[in-house]
Structure formats: C-alpha cells, structure tokens
C-alpha cells in the first residue's frame, strides 16, 4: 500500500528520532541505524528500574522475565512467524555462526552446503568452516553482467546432498530484492533447508517468513532502529533437528533459549519494544502494546512509501554521470531498497568518501564485508564501493546537499 507522505509525515518521523536533530546527515545506515527516543527510554528505564536476574520467584525478576519474553514475542510477530521461533543473540553474525556449529552436529563427511557469491560475509564464513568436517562447499555464482544470482545457477549447484542454501535477501551492497519464495522452492525440491541473510532487507519492507516458507531468516536490530542486537528465526521444524548449544541441563525443548548460549541482553529486549512504540506511532495505533500484525505492515508500508522517492533521486542523479558506474540494479524502483553503490571513472572510492565525510555527510566506501563479491567483480576490495545507504528518516533536502557535494567530489 503506498502512503501519500507529506512534509508533516516526515517530521513527525524525524522528531520521534533525537539523533536527527544534530548536524549529521545519516546516510550509512546500513551499518547501523539511528533509534528513536522510545528505545533509548527503554532501555534507561529497564535498567533503573529492574536490572535483576530472571526466573526468580520476587516480583522484580518475575517483570524482568516477563519483558524478555514480551521482546520475544514481538519480535516473531515482526517476522510473521507464529510457527517457529525467534532466537536473540548479539549479532546476526554470532547467530549464523551458532547456527553452523549446530549443523556441524549432524551433517555428514559429502554433504553439501551452498553459499551465495554476493552474499556478506557472515552468512558465508560460518559455512565454509564447515570445510573442516568433510563439507563441501557449492559458490551460487552472482552473473557479473548485471549484478543478478540467476536461478539457473543455483539449480546447477544444487544436488541430492544439498543440506543448506546460505543467502541474502539483499545483498548490503548491490540493493537488489531476491526472490526468497522462488529461491526457497527450488531449495526445498532439492531438499535442502534455506538460511536468508535478512539484514540489510529489514530496515525497508515487512518481513514475512510464513509467506516465504524460508527455514531461517536472520536479522540485526540495531539496523532496524533498535539496540545492538540481532534475532533469527527458526522453524520448529527445522529447529526440531538441532541441538542447542545451552548448558546440558536445559531441555531441547526450552525454546528459544536452548539456542540462546548464557541467554540475551536484558536491557536490549525492553529496547527492541521501544521499537513496537514506534511502529505503533508510525501505524497510528493509539492503545500501547495493541500493534498486531496489520500494524506492522502499516508501519512498513510507511517506511517504504517515505524511501521509494529518495532512493529514485539518487539513482537518477547517479545515471546521469557518464563517469559512474552503479555497483548494482541501475534502477531506484521498488524491487531494490535505498542501498546504492557505485564506482568512479577515475577517482578512488576512498578519495570521494574523504570529500563527503568532510561535509558531514556520513557514507561509507570499502567491500561492506561481502569480499567475495568485490573479488569476483575484480575490484580491490579495500577501496570497493562508495555506498550510500539510506531509510525512511532521510529526507529530500537531504539527499540534494549529498548530490550538491558529489558534484564537488566527483568532479
Ligand atoms: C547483509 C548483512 N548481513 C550480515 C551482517 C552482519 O550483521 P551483524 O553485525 O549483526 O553481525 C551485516 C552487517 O553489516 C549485513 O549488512
């Protein structure tokens, strides 16, 4: 649903955020996103108020508990994911990494594990350490014509001993949006279980894991306005074949917390509800803690309708430059998300971010941690990419003073 977003929209947006205020202009954000004030209060007043242990019998610990859990249960309804469970733990890259520990367990010497080319690194390194244990490793090849993972590549890579496809929803630098339900029907006849990388997809559109039928889905709440944490959703399926790295003494079927190594931050869950607050403003639901699935999406639907403009500007300026090469679908339509990357003629990419940051302007140039992509695309991956990287809170006045400063650096 596309939402008429008016200039009173866009303030209400940016005065739910302090951060905004300063003179930074925030467009790396998807190394990290700025928080409203709701998860900041939050997570004060948890830890003013009951910082204790959980399970306890007195009545603090018994709050503390019951807000963990309340952060647990949000969290799956962002991921739609009432059949499954949402695990929480410090990053996305400690969650897939336990995540291959785990399948370490049952795989077998022959086994095969796919990994996507394009993908970052933390959905790729824990899987090839599986190497170590007689795994084979299978590279779904990006066509570096135009930046696509064609599904005729990965059905070739895909076999009878296929156990796992490892893959982004978006890659955190090309932008593009895979097609998950396609990708993870083909997995499925072949199958193998998927895990979707969904970080850098989060911050933009609703996500939906039970419209998907994906098997994992991870992503990291400090990109997605909250505190810095991450959460990946299991099926109870899929989960129902691992075991869980907790202590010996918890049953496996304690979920999620057999897979939450020591449990999680406490603090951070009342933070990621600061973040219910705030969808709850952005959807309009007046009652606290009433939002339901319908307000989510409402709330996306916000998001996206706020970023399809900026992110079309930017790609149309970019286009207009004979001199630079979009990293990516050289397009600003709904099928990518505002993450654009690109490379210059003739200036380094650590020469046009010095000019931008220089501006108080916060970009962000280098391989974005998907090495493997700026390999195969024959670029030094430590110059890589200049990536703007924007969200809903960004505003056009913002995205002119960027292109008003690229004319500069650009030359
Ligand atoms: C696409 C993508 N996947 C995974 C990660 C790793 O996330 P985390 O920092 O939570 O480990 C990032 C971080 O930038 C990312 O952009």
């Known amino acids: 649903m596309t939402i008429e977003v008016t200039a009173e929209l866009r303030d209400r947006i940016r005065s739910a955020f302090p951060a905004l205020a300063g003179d930074t202009v925030f467009l790396e954000n998807a190394g990290g996103s700025q928080v409203p004030a709701a998860v900041a209060d939050r997570v004060r007043d948890y830890m003013v108020s009951s910082y204790v242990q959980l399970g306890a019998g007195y009545e603090l610990s018994q709050r503390a508990t019951d807000l963990v859990d309340e952060a647990h249960a949000f969290v799956k309804l962002l991921f739609n994911g009432s059949d499954g469970d949402a695990i929480l733990g410090p990053s996305t890259s400690a969650l897939l990494q336990m995540l291959s520990n785990s399948y370490s367990k049952v795989l077998s010497p022959g086994d095969e594990v796919v990994v996507a080319e394009i993908g970052h690194e933390a959905n790729i390194g824990p899987w090839k350490g599986l190497a170590d244990s007689g795994i084979e490793i299978r590279w779904w090849e990006m066509d570096p014509s135009d930046f696509?993972?064609?599904?005729?590549?990965?059905?070739?890579?895909?076999?009878?001993?296929?156990?796992?496809?490892?893959?982004?929803?978006?890659?955190?630098?090309?932008?593009?949006?895979?097609?998950?339900?396609?990708?993870?029907?083909?997995?499925?006849?072949?199958?193998?279980?998927?895990?979707?990388?969904?970080?850098?997809?989060?911050?933009?559109?609703?996500?939906?894991?039970?419209a998907w039928g994906v098997d994992y889905y991870a992503y990291s709440t400090y990109k997605v306005y909250g505190p810095h944490m991450a959460a990946m959703w299991a099926s109870r399926d899929a989960l129902a074949e691992l075991q869980g790295p907790?202590?010996?003494?918890?049953?496996?079927?304690?979920?999620?917390?057999?897979?939450?190594?020591?449990?999680?931050?406490?603090?951070?869950?009342?933070?990621?509800?600061?973040?219910?607050?705030?969808?709850?403003?952005?959807?309009?639901?007046?009652?606290?803690?009433?939002?339901?699935?319908s307000g989510v999406e409402h709330a996306f639907d916000v998001m996206t309708s706020c970023e399809l403009p900026l992110q079309a500007r930017l790609v149309e300026y970019l286009r207009s430059r004979p001199?630079?090469?979009?990293?990516?679908?050289?397009?600003?339509?709904?099928?990518?998300?505002?993450?654009?990357?690109?490379?210059?003629?003739?200036?380094?990419?650590?020469?046009?971010?010095?000019?931008?940051?220089?501006?108080?302007?916060?970009?962000?140039?280098?391989?974005?941690?998907?090495?493997?992509?700026?390999?195969?695309?024959?670029?030094?991956?430590?110059?890589?990419?200049?990536?703007?990287?924007?969200?809903?809170?960004?505003?056009?006045?913002?995205?002119?003073?960027?292109?008003?400063?690229?004319?500069?650096?650009?030359?």
């Open 148 to 210: 696509s993972s064609p599904l005729g590549a990965l059905e070739g890579v895909l076999s009878d001993r296929t156990a796992l496809v490892a893959f982004p929803h978006v890659s955190n630098l090309l932008g593009e949006i895979l097609d998950v339900p396609a990708i993870t029907g083909l997995a499925h006849r072949a199958g193998a279980r998927v895990v979707v990388d969904g970080v850098a997809f989060a911050p933009h559109r609703v996500m939906d894991v039970a």
């Open 246 to 293: 907790n202590h010996f003494f918890i049953p496996d079927d304690e979920l999620p917390y057999k897979f939450e190594l020591g449990g999680v931050s406490h603090e951070g869950c009342a933070g990621i509800l600061g973040l219910r607050d705030y969808l709850e403003l952005l959807a309009g639901v007046g009652e606290p803690g009433a939002l339901d699935r």
């Open 323 to 411: 001199d630079v090469r979009i990293i990516g679908p050289a397009h600003g339509g709904p099928s990518r998300v505002g993450t654009v990357s690109f490379v210059h003629d003739t200036k380094s990419s650590r020469e046009i971010t010095e000019v931008v940051d220089g501006s108080g302007i916060a970009v962000r140039h280098g391989h974005m941690y998907a090495y493997h992509l700026c390999e195969a695309l024959g670029m030094d991956p430590e110059d890589g990419v200049v990536r703007v990287s924007l969200v809903h809170y960004n505003t056009p006045d913002e995205i002119e003073r960027l292109i008003g400063v690229f004319d500069r650096a650009l030359g």
